[in-house]
């Protein structure tokens, strides 16, 4: 992903914060600037839109601002992290002071769900480091002993 990753005022994404990602980022962007910019498509865009994860234009104009950037750029580092849309509406919820102690808690308990699944292949992937590097290990001494003369 290219662009910001998250933030705007009123949307701080609990989860992701990087208030001035965006500062060079005109005013105003095209849908498809804005997908260009934050390596996402028209398509996905609009079904953001569609599932009120952005919110609607009263003039319904299909200008976006760095607000707009901001929020997609956060839905899609969720998305990223292992999050449904539905997920992430109620963490933008969360943020903007409308949730539920319910809601809240079920974010927080989706959170540590994706912390102890990460954690898990985290150690799965070390663990297959270690055996390729004994591999390759095993690997140079062969070539080695290959390489020596016969005597």
């Known amino acids: ?9 009123g949307i701080d994404a609990l989860w992701l914060d990087e208030p001035d990602a965006d ?32 919110a609607p ?12 950037c901001r929020r997609i750029a956060a839905i899609t580092n969720a998305r990223w992290l292992g999050f449904t ?3 992430i509406k109620h963490m933008f919820c969360a943020d903007e002071g409308c949730a539920t102690t ?19 292949q985290r150690a799965e992937i070390d ?3 270690g055996l390729l590097w004994q591999v390759h290990v095993r690997l140079l001494d062969r070539l080695a002993a290959n390489r020596q003369p016969p005597a």
């Open 23 to 54: 500062a060079q980022a005109p005013e105003a962007l095209s849908i498809k600037d804005v997908a260009q910019r934050l390596g996402v498509s028209v398509r996905v865009i609009r079904d953001y839109q569609r599932r009120g994860l952005l």
């Open 85 to 87: 849309l539905p997920e």
């Open 102 to 120: 319910r809601v809240l808690q079920l974010n927080r308990e989706k959170c540590m769900q994706r912390i102890e699944t990460l954690a898990r």
């Open 127 to 129: 663990h297959r480091l």
């Open 57 to 68: 234009r009263a003039d319904e104009s299909f200008v976006f601002d760095r607000a707009d």
């Open 1 to 9: 992903m290219t662009g910001a990753s998250a933030s705007a005022p």
